[in-house]
Nanobody, 121 residues
């Protein structure tokens, strides 16, 4: 059974940094893409970033220059380093894995349970 487990969320102040982790269990995601999405209260889920198996990345404009996505294929784990956090970054963050490069959540096959990040002003 495939499982993605996120960790690293919490309550931080504006300007702080947080690193989220996404550990994959049950299989090795060779040639798969890992994406991060977020959903704020009352809003639709939105794309944050994605990374290919070989390290090619793509970011949403709202986080470009502040967030960095990475992955350690040997550990079957992905990361989202979030710097200079803003209150508008407050959301539940989800990692996902899929077979194509996409900013659309429904293109992903596996999802984590989500981790809350709250940024106070």
């Amino acid at each position: 059974q495939v499982q993605l487990v996120e960790s690293g969320g919490g309550l931080v102040q504006a300007g702080d940094s947080v690193r989220l982790s996404c550990a994959a269990f049950g299989r090795t995601f060779i040639n798969y893409y890992m994406g991060w999405f977020r959903q704020a209260p009352g809003k639709e889920r939105e794309f944050v970033a994605l990374i290919s198996w070989t390290g090619t990345t793509l970011y949403a404009d709202s986080v470009k220059g502040r967030f960095t996505i990475s992955r350690d294929n040997a550990k079957n784990t992905g990361y989202l380093q979030m710097n200079t956090l803003k209150p508008e970054d407050t959301a539940v963050y989800y990692c996902a894995v899929g077979g194509i490069s996409s900013t659309r959540g429904n293109e992903y096959d596996y999802w984590g349970q989500g981790t809350q990040v709250t940024v106070s002003s």
